[in-house]
């Protein structure tokens, strides 16, 4: 690495991670109205991939011995979606990938054997069994976006399930057909191009990130919003979490072998990668929700869906929450459940935490929408914001680039931002947050509403690197 870029640190856990990419098929189903611009072919569709962190054997195995890319391959591919995203020049963004993030690698091996657990300290009957963390990703993210977050809290003795959703929300994404072949959803590609006949529908080849004069309306249907079309894809990304939880339940049931056979993206030397030793080592009975930005909202919406999905806790990282319903009128008494918008279910029963950043704590009016919502909350609830962090603080980025960092407005430094994410994330996930050494403080009078006398319009939070706590659960 040179000057301008830095390495991904190791990770502060007691185990060593390892990572191993999925790509399974899924049933086809379509979402919502809109279409991809000049076609009949609907803009959301299921193709499922993920890429599950989990603790690691390397000491016995290193599995293929190598690491995982950081920036998915194509490159040029990846590349050409966020200058897509970010509405710049591709030549450039392609030389700043290929010059910062080519030879950037996560901290984890490939293919490598789980974990043996260590019990010495366990108080539940999970035995075997790590705990899973199901991660969604913000808007122009990717399952490795957040691989810092997500493998440090690996590396702590979760197995989490960093989900890549083909919602349009991402930059790009390759998706690998059951012959075999990739298909790169290069944006600025033709939608014409022929396919073999051996192909799938051309709608099932292509994911891109979705500006709005990407999409689409039939004749007679409503054109959306941009909040509009992002709901749409709030439905689309909620069947992937669904999807995503069905196949770790097939493979803690012993099923690996056949995940193993249709993964589309097997590691070389291990094609397995190693799962067909996962039986009985998901504990399904303690599975977490969490999520940035975007994903954040997918979380709040994944926890108020109930009993559709088995969540024990959610971690929501700086939520935006535009695209939701603010708070379910069930916390009105006089109000039923009939009286609920649809999309809104009902209220979030399990513990929540919510960690913004500075950038989104002094939005007051967004921070007021999420304090309702973790007020709302009909379990323990904690909202806190890391004073001095920008919106991307809770990414890769800003650690590999330090000085995007800055030109972003971070004041904090960005390895210690990512490992105060951490230790709050994991005093929560430990139960034992009442009790912690953060979570468990008190809210000074005023903190409350956000910022303090003086904060805010230019003027910045102090002091830096302190995570000031704005809702804390009453005592019992």
Known sequence: ????????????????????????????????????????QPALFVSLRLDPLRPAFCTETKGTGSRAPWA????????????????????????????????????????????????????????????VVVFSHGLGGTRTTYSQYCGELASQGNIVLAVESRD????TSTITQDDGAKRVSLVRKPLTRAYPSTQVSPCKQVVQYYRPDDIGFKAGDPELSQIGFRKEQLVMRLAEIKATLEIARRINDGEGQSIALQNRRKPKGTPDGGILMWKDRLNMSNIVMAGHSFGGATTIQALRAGDVFPFTRGILLDPWVDAIPPVPKSTDPSASQSDLPQ????????????????????????????????????????????????????SDVPIILPFFAKK?????????????????????????????????????????????????????????????LHFVPKNE
């Open 343 to 394: 999309e809104a279910g009902r209220d979030i029963d399990v513990p929540v935490l919510v960690i913004n950043s500075e950038a989104f704590t002094v939005w007051s009016s967004h921070f007021r929408v999420v304090r309702e919502i973790v007020r709302a909350v009909k379990a323990d609830a904690w909202f806190s914001t890391l004073v001095g962090s920008v919106h991307l603080s809770f």
């Open 1 to 40: 690495m040179g000057i301008l870029s830095q390495p991904l640190p190791s990770y502060s856990g007691k185990y060593k991670v390892g990572t191993l990419d999925l790509e399974l098929p899924v049933p086809h189903e379509s979402f919502g109205t809109a279409l991809r611009k000049g076609t009949t």
């Open 168 to 171: 349009g929300s991402g930059p």
């Open 72 to 131: 998915s391959r194509p490159i040029n591919g990846l590349a050409d979606g966020y200058a897509h995203f970010s509405n710049k020049s591709k030549w450039l963004i392609r030389s700043a990938f290929w010059i910062l993030a080519s030879r950037t690698y996560i901290p984890a091996y490939v293919g490598s054997a789980l974990a043996e657990k260590d019990v010495g300290e366990e108080k539940d009957d999970s035995g075997a069994a790590f705990p």
């Open 408 to 468: 972003s407005g971070a004041r904090v430094v960005s390895t210690e931002a990512m490992n105060q994410f951490v230790e709050v994330s994991v005093e929560f996930l430990s139960g034992k947050g009442r009790d912690g050494a953060i979570l468990g403080g008190r809210v000074r009078q005023g903190d409350e509403d956000g910022t303090r006398l003086g904060e805010g319009e230019g003027k910045g939070m102090e002091p830096v690197g302190e995570m000031r």
